[in-house]
């Protein structure tokens, strides 16, 4: 029997999700933290069901994706610590027991810092190698209009017991689920889960259906990547598959298609005003993403992120 003591998680004021806009981010960072932590404490398990047995968890940081059945139970992501005994009970709400197995679509606290009660509690993990190598180590994430967040390496409990380079095949449920990594997109180390038969896939961060996506260009990530990694999953996947978003509300093929659309666009924008030698400033003036702010927010972030991946 494995330890099952509840660790205290330090409630660090400066975790704001990178899916908050950066407008209410900055008018949070304005006003004080205490609503910040408030809302932190208060957040609570919500779920949609969208398969049998299987249903999509939000609530404070990626959405999770969990699989109910026979053989027992398998979450795609963690979030946060203080979130672990809430989607634990809400699983056994929902017919299930421990959690069996764990996969992260990448390291990113807000996907993985669930992990070590996780792993205490008996989860198997499993991760793409590179998300894997930097759950080892300390990593800066620069999301640009949030503070910067400091991750520290995990312990042991926390870390995944299995990992893949390309894919890698599960067998649980009744069902095929296929783990599948098609170069860095928004890190470099990102997973696209399928359920081949309830015809889910969980695309992670890669696919951000809650605003403009974060581009970890800092450590590996790639526009170019993200675009090509959302191609291959669409070319897996069929016009009924439900496609889970990292952040954001369970969306369609449809909705990664016209995701897919505006990033050519805005990479194809961008591209062109680095080759006529413009500063990042001259990009963001340019207003490349024009055409979707009124739908997706405030671009700041994304523009920065992919003018690093542009230019290095
Ligand atoms: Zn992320």
């Known amino acids: 029997m494995k330890d099952k003591r509840i660790k205290i998680y330090k409630v660090g004021p400066f975790r704001i999700p990178d899916y908050i806009p950066g407008i209410f981010s900055a008018f949070l960072l304005i006003v004080g933290f205490p609503f910040v932590v408030q809302s932190q404490q208060t957040a609570e398990i919500t779920t949609q069901t969208v398969g049998e047995g299987r249903h999509v968890l939000f609530g404070r940081g990626g959405n999770i ?13 963690s979030q946060f610590p203080d979130m672990v005994p809430k989607y634990q009970s809400t699983i056994k709400s929902l017919g299930g027991r421990e959690i069996d197995f764990t996969v992260n679509t990448h390291w990113h606290y807000d996907h ?20 894997r190598d930097m759950m080892t180590r300390h990593n800066t ?40 990594h098609a170069g860095p997109a928004h890190t470099q180390g990102d997973t696209a889960v399928f359920f081949r038969d309830s015809n889910i896939v969980h695309m992670g961060d890669v696919f951000n259906n809650a605003g403009y996506p974060f581009i970890d260009s800092e450590n590996g990530g790639e526009i170019e990547g993200m675009i090509a990694f959302c191609e291959t999953i669409l070319g897996e996947i069929n016009a009924d598959t439900i496609v889970v978003p990292g952040h954001g509300e369970v969306a369609t093929y449809y ?26 400033q001259e990009v963001i003036a340019a207003n490349p993403t024009v055409n979707w702010d009124a739908k997706k927010g405030d671009p700041l972030r994304l523009i920065d992120r992919a003018y690093m991946s542009l230019t290095r």
């Open 112 to 131: 993985a810092d669930g992990n070590e009660l996780l792993g205490d509690a008996g989860s198997w993990i499993i991760a793409h190698s590179h998300s």
């Open 65 to 77: 994706l969990a699989s109910i059945g026979d053989q027992g139970v398998l979450i795609v992501d």
């Open 255 to 280: 909705d990664l298609l016209e995701y897919i659309t505006m990033l050519t666009e805005i990479r194809g924008k961008i591209k062109a005003l680095i080759e006529q030698g413009a500063s990042l």
């Open 141 to 180: 994430i620069n999301t640009v209009v949030n503070p910067i967040v400091e991750q520290a390496p995990y312990s042991q409990a926390g870390l995944p017991v299995a990992t893949y380079e390309e894919k890698m095949e599960l067998f649980f449920n009744g069902e095929q689920i296929d783990l599948l």
